[in-house]
Every structure is written in C-alpha cells, then in structure tokens.
T-cell receptor, first 118, second 115 residues
Framework: GAVVSQHPSWVICKSGTSVKIECRSL??????MFWYRQFPKQSLMLMAT?????????EQGVEKDKFLINHASLTLSTLTVTSAHPEDSSFYIC??????????????FGSGTRLTVV | KQEVTQIPAALSVPEGENLVLNCSFT??????LQWFRQDPGKGLTSLLL?????REQTSGRLNASLDKSSGRSTLYIAASQPGDSATYLC??????????????FGTGTRLQVTL
C-alpha cells in the first residue's frame, strides 16, 4: 500500500524561530498532499491543501504567511511554521492519496510531528 | 455546513466483548467515508474505506457499515483485544466541499479494552 513518511517526529524550538516539517510519499507520486493540525484530545483540522507546482490552498482562518507550504516535487511537500510561538505547539500530520492506487486504500497519513515551542 | 460526530467519546470494555462505534454526518452527499485508528502521539492508520455506493466493508475482525440516507456509519469490532485500545476516527469526504479530496473528521472515540 501507499506509504507517507513525515519528518521530524518531534521538534522543540525557541519562540520566534522557524521550523520545517517534511512529508514524503515513498512509493507513489502525489500531486496533492494535505496538512492537518491536531490539538490535544481534539480531532484533526485541515489546514491547507498542498498542490505540486502551484500555490497551496488554505482553509479559512489559517494564516498563509505563518504556515508556508512548498510542494516542489511529486513526492515532497514541506510545511514551515514561521516565527513560531507557544500557541503554535501542536501535532501536525500530513496525508496523501495514490491517485493510481486501488481505491480501497483511501488516504494515507504520515506519523505526525509533535511541535513544542518554548 | 458539513459536520461529523462520533458517539460515544470514550468507551471501556472487557477483553473479548464485541462493540460498535458510531459515526454520524450531516450531509448524505458524500464520496466516501473512512475509519482510522490513532494511537497516542502517533499518526493515523487507515482501517476501512467505504465508497458511497457501498453499504459495508470488512477486514478481519472489523466491519464498517454505511447508511447514507440516515447519515450514519458504524464500526463493529468483534472479540475485542487489549491491542485494540486506541482512538478511532471517522472521516467523511463530502461532495459539497468543492473538492473530492477534503476529509472532515469526527471527534473520535477513545476505546480501552481491559484484561
């Protein structure tokens, strides 16, 4: 089945610095990837849709300048949290779907990145 | 507005018991519905995907049903085991979101299977 790799698994950074999170599709090409955010004991909220070769589509209320998304290749999307603050501390998860894979697979998710801003 | 709700929020059962998790959604116009499992601090593992034209899917001890007209899906877990302890998430791909790719997640059910 389709595999999505996310790196790093966890990161601690100082307030005001920027953090980059990578999401890779390992055995398929993904023209579209999705970035979600999850607060403790809450469900996943879609932040943005990453489109290969074009601008990302952000959900309402998500700051484009704060959460920079780059999808420069068919297997890699990156999310950069710029000028991070403690309120940005959260669990970030990416997902993708193999457009040519069996429909039974649905969407595959990465293992997530725990961001802590101190 | 498309919303997904899961009941109960938490559930504790003894090992070996059969159980049902519920998911309801507000709009019957969907592409598909997917059940996931999430262990603490981890990503999501896909369990079952049901297309809008299907009524159920089975994988091992898991069976998921879909009733679009009533806006409901259930995940049935047979002969539960302690290793089944996790949070179970239901996600719906609504047609009216404007994209065939956007998933709307429920709030999840935290399951604990005790010895």
């Amino acid at each position: 089945g389709a595999v999505v790799s996310q790196h790093p698994s966890w990161v601690i950074c100082k307030s005001g610095t920027s953090v980059k999170i990578e999401c890779r599709s390992l055995d398929f090409q993904a023209t579209t990837m999705f970035w979600y955010r999850q607060f403790p004991k809450q469900s996943l909220m879609l932040m943005a849709t990453s489109n290969e070769g074009s601008k990302a589509t952000y959900e309402q209320g998500v700051e484009k300048d704060k959460f920079l998304i780059n999808h420069a290749s068919l297997t890699l999307s990156t999310l950069t949290v710029t000028s991070a603050h403690p309120e940005d501390s959260s669990f970030y998860i990416c997902s993708a779907r193999d457009p040519y894979g069996p429909r039974i697979y649905g969407y595959t998710f990465g293992s997530g990145t725990r961001l802590t801003v101190v | 507005k498309q919303e997904v709700t899961q009941i109960p929020a938490a559930l504790s059962v003894p090992e070996g018991e059969n159980l049902v998790l519920n998911c309801s959604f507000t709009d019957s116009a969907i592409y598909n519905l997917q059940w996931f499992r999430q262990d603490p601090g981890k990503g999501l593992t896909s369990l079952l995907l049901i297309q809008s034209s299907q009524r159920e899917q089975t994988s091992g001890r898991l069976n998921a049903s879909l009733d679009k007209s009533s806006g409901r899906s259930t995940l049935y877990i047979a002969a539960s085991q302690p290793g089944d302890s996790a949070t179970y998430l239901c996600a719906v791909n609504f047609r009216r979101t404007g994209t065939a790719s956007k998933l709307t997640f429920g709030t999840g059910t935290r399951l604990q299977v005790t010895l």
